[in-house]
């Protein structure tokens, strides 16, 4: 079982930056698919990014360039730095660990991840 705790998230001005990171427990982290997605009001949950177990990086074409993924398997800890915000940014952030192979082509699909975080506010202001 892994438990993740999103932090970060808060009030930003248009053009500025935030970092989120995601906290995970629990033993064989770097063993695990991470992605970020989000959820603005009223719409779907849409995939942002996504890191293998490798250090492979995929980027959903609205956030590429702006965003980046990393993580620190030293820490148990994945981040989103994001960059150049938007006021149509806003929304829960959420990041979401996979344990399966199924995370290696499907890194994009909310089915391929098996446990999620609690969310974090991010609110852009024009």
């Known amino acids: 079982q892994v438990q993740l705790v999103e932090s970060g998230g808060g009030l930003v001005q248009a053009g500025g930056s935030l970092r989120l990171s995601c906290a995970a427990s629990?033993?064989?982290?770097?063993?695990?698919?991470m992605g970020w997605f989000r959820q603005a009001a009223g719409k779907e949950r849409e995939f942002l990014a996504a890191?293998?177990?490798?250090?492979?990086?995929y980027y959903a074409d609205s956030v590429k360039g702006r965003f980046t993924i990393s993580r620190d398997n030293a820490k148990n800890t994945v981040y989103l730095q994001m960059n150049s915000l938007k006021p149509e940014d806003t929304a829960v952030y959420y990041c979401?660990?996979?344990?399966?192979?199924?995370?290696?082509?499907?890194?994009?699909?909310?089915?391929?991840?098996?446990?999620w975080g609690q969310g974090t506010q991010v609110t852009v202001s024009s």
């Open positions: 979401a660990a996979a344990r399966t192979l199924y995370f290696s082509s499907n890194y994009f699909l909310r089915r391929a991840y098996d446990y």
């Open positions: 629990g033993r064989a982290f770097s063993g695990y698919g």
């Open positions: 890191i293998n177990w490798g250090g492979s990086t």
